[in-house]
């Protein structure tokens, strides 16, 4: 199943239109929750609403649960932590499914062949480690490994896997305190630029939505994309 | 109480807006980040002198109702008085009574996070007892009647311009900004003080529980003044200062340079042991000969044992204060010092929370990102963002919910998701152009 998540469903949708399009260029057969799909509870987590959040859970987990589905993938790093980490950490809830994140399906689809990877010019890109992939769940190889098919060189940032910056969006600070959010994704930015490189790619629909709002307010010429949007983007030859 | 958000987001906005400052902040504590892993890869063992250092706060703090009794005992038996002091209030009160024994007028200071935590200073100035810091970051942050914006380097966010101007006005002659000239103009000033100052107050870095021996790092020698010229020596510390043995406290002042300031060791480490003391006269023990006379021990709790009975909480204490947790942190580098109250970063908060209490820690403990490069540095490993997480579950039971959080959770228990959009249109993205 794709677990869609909010920010994309809502906010950044071309990753969820990328997500789809990849899985149907890859065959995979899948279905998302539609409509009936709601909130993980990731950011009432961070916020520190832990009661609310339960009702939420155990809500998400049945739904899931009554589709007899064993795995669930998500395009956004929030939710991803908050299945395979969260719920046990805080509310002592083992989901019944295996989780994950779009980059480890990804790596998964291009080791086994699903998709034919065409001929490219080669490319040169940056990454960025969103706090909840790479420091919190350690996963650093698998987007590196995708951007890596595709023809691509990526250039570090001074920061990057477990040093990486964070971009400014996360712990509930987008909503309370939105200048300090921009604030920091403006250092991030800063960073990325370092490495010459023109694309910024990343794998969290809050880091691309941060990132890519405070590089337009502030002209950063930089291109802030989620690792799906690259991938397709590089399938139908337009990047 | 519901003023607390709008209140301290206009601060986050004001300190946002003044740059010079931010980066000021930014370099120096990236440069403290280069210099401790640098420092890092000369230390042979490194490892093994974490997992030590590991070891000693945990057992410290797991007996540390133990190890306090141990402290009064042996400082007691080497002439010193102890005294445990419950509440700041307590604790200030108590300084200012041997102050007045002493018919003090002047105190010298080497720098304490904790009198910064009762606001000692302030208390004995209200008392007409002039107090003058010696740490130089300290002395300037005094004079120029600013806030610290680091545990060990005060003043970080000032720039040179402003330190020189400070010195010219205080000198009553021209100080360039190269900074030895600087230093050399606050030697000047400070060294009458030392000798002229009836008491002198110090904080510690590590208490041995059983020699009873306080151990003081510094890297201007300023602690060494203040701890021993004077007739009386105050030392005012946090109850969880304390470590078991005397070896035990000196590998964390081991330790605790290479992630403070990034320095292999310290100029000082200074260890007293109870007031100076000759028997060269007879073998006959006599109190007090060129250091001082009086030795006062005052332990702080203020908050601190309800923080050790608590299961979330009870890890801080194992801190050491070094600032390698606010060095890597995202929003220190951008905000500095008005990233918490008193205690800055996000271990401050959960320090604040306990000494000053919800309503001040509020702002700066929503202010954190979670995004864990402070567990990444510090040496203790400790789970700050799941204690931050856990603090602002306490907040939001206490009713501290920041009014855009409230407005997520109505939204997300009304839509199902947190902008408050229509069910329905959570969607509408697959209608377009999917092939
Ligand atoms: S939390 Fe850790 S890194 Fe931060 S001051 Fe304490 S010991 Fe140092």
């Known amino acids: 199943m794709y677990w869609v998540g909010c920010m994309a469903s809502y906010r950044v949708k071309e990753i969820a239109k990328s997500t789809v399009k990849i899985l149907k260029h890859a065959q995979i057969s899948f279905e998302t929750l539609g409509s009936n799909e709601t909130c993980c509870g990731s950011v009432l987590i ?8 339960e009702k939420l859970a155990k809500q998400t987990i049945t739904t899931i649960e009554n589709k007899n589905i064993n795995t669930v993938a998500t395009s956004c790093a929030g939710c991803y932590r908050t299945f395979a980490k969260d719920y046990y950490e805080y509310l002592d809830i083992k989901p019944p499914f295996t989780v994950l994140h779009t980059s480890q399906l990804l790596a998964d689809i291009i080791n086994n062949g699903k998709i034919s990877v065409p001929d490219l010019a080669p490319l040169t890109v940056t990454y960025h480690d969103p706090c909840h992939l790479g420091r919190h769940m350690g996963i650093f190889e698998e987007p590196r490994q995708v951007i890596k098919a595709f023809n691509t060189k990526i250039i570090e940032m001074k920061n990057s896997y477990m040093n990486s910056n964070c971009c400014g969006a996360g712990g509930g600070l987008m909503s309370t305190y939105r200048e300090l ?48 949007e690259f991938v397709i983007k590089r399938i139908e030859g337009k990047l | 109480m519901k003023d607390w958000y709008e209140i301290y987001k206009n601060t986050i906005i004001e300190t946002l807006s003044k740059e010079e400052i931010t980066k000021t902040i930014k370099k120096a504590a990236q440069k403290i980040t280069e210099n401790k892993d640098n420092a890092l890869k000369q230390i042979k063992n490194v490892e093994e002198l ?10 410290a703090i797991d007996q540390l109702e133990t190890f306090i009794k141990e402290v009064k005992e042996s400082i007691e038996a080497v002439g010193g008085t102890f005294y445990l002091a419950k509440t700041a209030e307590e604790a200030n009160k108590k300084v200012l009574e041997i102050c007045e ?31 003058i810091e010696t740490d130089l970051g300290e002395f300037i942050i005094q004079q120029l009647e600013e806030k610290p914006s680091h545990f060990v380097a005060p003043a970080i966010h000032i720039p040179r311009e402003k330190i020189s101007k400070l010195f010219s006005k205080l000198t009553g002659e021209k100080i360039s900004q190269e900074i030895t000239e600087i230093t050399l103009a606050a030697r000047k000033l400070l060294r009458e003080k030392f000798i ?15 020699t009873g021996t306080i151990l003081l790092v510094t890297n201007e020698g300023n602690g060494r003044f203040v701890t021993n010229a004077p007739p009386v020596h105050i030392c005012i510390a946090g109850i969880e200062k304390i470590n078991p043995t005397i070896e035990d406290a000196f590998i964390i002042t081991r330790i605790l340079p290479i992630y403070a300031t990034g320095q292999t060791m310290t100029s000082y480490i200074s260890l007293i042991t109870g007031p ?10 006599t109190i007090g000969v060129h250091g001082p006379k009086e030795l006062h021990l005052i332990l702080l709790d203020n908050g601190r044992t309800n923080m050790l009975k608590d299961p979330d909480f009870k890890e801080t204490l194992q801190c050491i204060r070094c600032g390698s947790c606010l060095n890597v942190c995202p929003v220190y580098q951008r905000i500095g010092g008005t990233y918490g109250y008193k205690y800055i970063g996000a271990i401050g908060t959960i320090y604040t929370a306990f000494t000053h209490g919800m309503e001040k820690t509020a702002g700066p403990a929503y202010t954190c990102t979670l995004c864990a490069k402070c567990a990444q540095a510090c040496p203790l490993e400790l789970n700050i963002p799941k204690m931050v997480t856990k603090l602002r579950s306490r907040l939001q039971k206490a009713g501290y919910t920041a009014p855009p959080h409230q407005k997520v ?16 249109t959570r969607t509408t993205w697959m209608k377009c152009d999917l092939q």
Do not use: W
């Not at chain 1, 961070?46 to 959040?53: A, P, S, T």
């Open chain 2, 409 to 424: 959770l109505t939204n997300i228990l009304n839509t199902g998701n947190p902008f408050g959009e229509p069910e329905q």
């Open chain 1, 181 to 228: 959010t921009a604030a920091i994704a403006e250092d991030r930015l800063r960073e990325a630029l370092e490495t010459k490189t023109r694309y910024l790619i990343t794998t969290c629909p809050f880091c691309v939505y941060n990132m890519r709002k405070t590089a337009e307010t502030l002209n950063i010429p930089i291109q802030v994309m989620d690792l799906t």
């Open chain 2, 50 to 59: 974490l997992k030590r250092v590991r070891e000693i706060r945990q057992n």
């Open chain 1, 46 to 53: 961070r916020y520190g609403m832990l009661e609310e959040v």
């Open chain 2, 196 to 210: 002229k100052a009836d008491i002198g107050i110090s904080g510690a870095n590590a208490i041995a529980a059983d």
């Open chain 2, 101 to 131: 024994e002493h018919e003090a007028k002047l105190v010298v200071k080497s720098k304490s996070m904790t009198t910064e935590e009762i606001s000692l200073n302030e208390y004995l100035e209200k008392h007409n007892i002039e107090v």
């Open chain 2, 276 to 285: 100076s003391r000759t028997a060269d006269i007879e073998f006959t023990t």
